[in-house]
């Protein structure tokens, strides 16, 4: 497993952008597949993007496909989440995690990480 620590939350009015940043601690950061999840207030937790080892593949959730962005700098074992146009609805605590497994594919469920993040709040305010 992996320690990842998250950082880049507060609070914005609606329209404004944030960008998170997930650090990793380990020396194979970049075999790992990434990816952020959120979870608001009475609610589940909810897949938001992934990333490949690579960072050459990314998918999105279709709430957020066009505003946010998912990128990685292996040399700096750090993953990113460039949120634009933030919604109230984007409100929630965001969660990075890390797949070690090497499986191929699309990670969007959350039981395919096995390392997670402590959270940071992001809110947005209309």
């Known amino acids: 497993q992996v320690q990842l620590v998250e950082s880049g939350g507060g609070l914005v009015q609606a329209g404004a952008s944030l960008r998170l940043s997930c650090a990793a601690s380990g020396r194979t950061f970049s075999n790992y597949a990434m990816g952020w999840f959120r979870q608001a207030p009475g609610k589940e937790r909810e897949f938001v993007a992934t990333i490949s080892w690579s960072g050459s593949n990314t998918y999105y959730d279709k709430s957020v496909n066009g505003r946010f962005t998912i990128s990685r700098d292996n040399a700096k074992n750090t993953v990113y989440l460039q949120m634009n146009s933030l919604k109230p609805e984007d409100t929630a605590v965001y969660y990075c995690?890390?797949?070690?497994?090497?499986?191929?594919?699309?990670?969007?469920?959350?039981?395919?990480?096995?390392?997670w993040g402590q959270g940071t709040q992001v809110t947005v305010f209309s």
């Open positions: 995690a890390a797949d070690s497994s090497g499986r191929v594919g699309v990670r969007w469920r959350d039981y395919e990480y096995d390392s």
